[in-house]
């Protein structure tokens, strides 16, 4: 509102008109102008007042977000101590368990060779024991062909008494009696 609008304009009040002097009329346009920047202050100052709870909002949430950061580090170093930590329990407890893998596989191997020298030991014996056995059939068949020949011989001696006392003559009483219990023991 400039000076020049009053200044031309004059001013009716009910079918009577009223003319402002210059004096009044910058008095009222300084009255205007108190109003209009006083409104524009209080408009600013409410803008002021927004602009700084919205300041106060945004540093408290820098606030919040610099302790939460301080706080997420905090976690992140706790935690890469903590998995370092478990990384070496790990490898620790891999490495003992890969050493009782390989005593365990060691003992398996040893008890498998202790285990294989002793079915060749067992082989051995078995080939030794089963010789012997051969061994023992063979000469017992020979004694059993033995004994036989020599039971059909004395059968024969004493089934003809001219060959029984012609026998005994020559061997004597005592051969005919222990001939005669060595097959009957060998029968037994």
């Not at 020049?4 to 300084?30: A, D, G, H, M, P």
């Not at 977000?65 to 976690?75: E, H, S, T, V």
Request: hydrophobic share 35%.
């Amino acid at each position: 509102m400039t000076n020049e609008f009053f200044e031309k304009q004059t001013f009716s009040l009910y079918s009577s008109s009223l003319q402002l002097n210059r004096q009044n009329k910058e008095v009222i346009v300084q009255a205007e102008a108190v109003k209009y920047f006083q409104h524009l202050n209080a408009e600013l100052n409410d803008q002021l007042m927004i602009k700084e709870s919205e300041s106060m909002m945004v540093e408290f949430q820098q606030k919040e977000l610099r302790d939460m950061n301080r706080q997420l580090k905090y976690d992140n170093e706790r935690l890469t101590i903590e998995i370092k930590d478990i990384k070496a329990e790990y490898a620790v407890e891999r490495k003992v368990t890969a050493e009782k893998h390989q005593n365990q596989v060691e003992d398996l191997e040893h008890s498998i060779k202790l285990l294989k020298d002793q079915i060749e030991e067992i082989k051995k014996m078995y080939s030794l024991e089963s010789r012997v056995k051969d061994e023992v059939i063979a000469k017992l068949n020979e004694e059993k062909d033995s004994n036989k020949k020599m039971m059909r011989e004395l059968a024969t001696v004493l089934k003809i008494p001219r060959l029984h006392l012609e026998w005994m003559k020559k061997n004597g009483v005592d051969e005919f009696v222990a001939k005669c219990k060595k097959i009957i023991e060998t029968h037994d």
